[in-house]
């Protein structure tokens, strides 16, 4: 509870601890009539569990997303990709209200103003949610954003290319990066992991797949995406014939760009939009991944196993990514079934 007492500078001292940290906090006031009506008003939000802590009063949002995006302990391309949403988007906007001054309608105008796409307005969602979730476990304040709905966009299109067309890409790019290529096809490998491959990662059969390439800061080696992403596989005996022929860097990294610089999404990308543009098609680097996984559900291969040849977390990021293609080859599946039946059939006749 809060009391009062006079100062000896003739001033009303209002002092209380705050729930929670049960930090000690003093105001002073010139007249006892405001001193009384601050600590009834204070006891009141005590009694009621609206009380906001006085660092929540004093610290702007941009601050706070500041501390709270840098203690993070992700992949740095990771932090950087919420860092720079927070700047660009949410700071301009928001960034200066205090912690206390965000509501739940501050936060729906923000995203429904936000000339974004609607996968960028459940990024700025996502950060928002995460800092007040902090804020709410320091006993800051209680997190706006419980009644405000998270943008939902839509998944982006999965779009596998023909085999053809990704040896055609493969022929088109700049030749150290034709394996690169073929090595997301038919091995579903994405592209900082081919850039993190080891001369000691290949035994001549299997792959081990277990850091990556990342363009934070210019290119360095980090971990994978997550840790299903650590996986060894047997890869094609075509791949393995080139990989075996591979002369390796200096550091024994296996591919490296035209000045020794790290395999990744930045350094790559410029070379592999001029392929496309030869080939003729619209295609993003990690659509390669989607034609290996299309081509390893055609052969009939179990859900489980393309989880962990592409390093998927779950099985159900494989069903929600891949399930539209599991149904198209759902008529292959019956007629195995038919062939099943009536083997059996000549199995009894014989």
């Known amino acids: 509870m809060a009391s009062i007492r006079r100062t000896e500078a003739g001033t009303w001292q209002v002092y209380w601890r ?36 006085e660092a929540a009063r004093r610290i ?8 709270v995006i840098s203690s993070l302990s992700w992949r740095p391309q990771s932090r ?14 928001i960034g200066g209200y205090r912690l206390c001054e965000v509501t739940p309608a501050t936060v729906r105008s923000f995203l429904a103003e936000l000339e974004a796409s609607e996968w960028t307005k459940s ?54 990066y034709r394996l690169v290529v073929l090595l997301g096809g038919f091995a579903g490998l994405r592209i900082g992991e081919v850039g993190g491959l080891h001369v000691d990662d290949f035994d001549g059969q299997r792959l081990r797949i277990h850091r990556a390439a990342l363009p ?13 992403s650590r996986r060894t596989i047997v890869v ?10 591979v002369e390796p860097q200096p550091d024994g990294r296996l591919f490296a760009t035209r ?16 392929a496309c543009r030869i080939v003729g098609v619209d ?3 990690h659509d390669l991944r989607h034609t290996c996984a299309s081509l390893l559900i055609a052969a009939g291969e179990q859900p489980k196993v393309i989880q962990h040849f592409l390093g998927h977390a779950n099985i159900r990021v494989t069903l929600d990514v891949y399930g539209h293609l599991f149904e198209e080859f759902a008529a292959s599946a019956a007629e195995r079934l038919d062939a099943a039946w009536e083997g059996r059939s000549l199995r009894a006749v014989i």
């Open 18 to 53: 705050e729930p929670g940290s049960g930090k000690q906090v003093a105001r002073n006031l010139s007249s006892q009539a405001d001193a009384r009506s601050l600590r009834a008003e204070v006891e009141h939000r005590m009694d009621r569990g609206t009380y906001v802590r």
């Open 216 to 228: 934070h800061d210019g290119g360095v080696l980090g971990p994978t995406k997550t840790k299903a």
């Open 259 to 274: 000045t020794g610089g790290l395999v990744h999404r930045q350094s790559v990308g410029p070379r592999w939009q001029h």
């Open 283 to 285: 295609a993003r680097f």
């Open 60 to 67: 702007s949002l941009e601050d706070y997303l500041d501390g």
């Open 123 to 176: 990024l700025c969602y996502d950060i928002l949610s995460r800092a007040f979730r902090t804020a709410e476990t320091e006993g800051l304040v209680m997190s706006p954003m419980r009644a405000v709905r998270r943008p939902s966009p839509a998944a982006p299109a999965v779009q596998p290319l023909a085999p053809r067309v990704v040896e055609a890409l493969a022929s088109a790019i700049t030749p150290r």
């Open 236 to 245: 094609p005996s075509f791949l393995a014939s080139e990989l075996g022929q």
């Open 80 to 93: 950087q990709n919420w860092a720079l949403a927070a700047r660009k988007h949410i700071v301009p906007v």
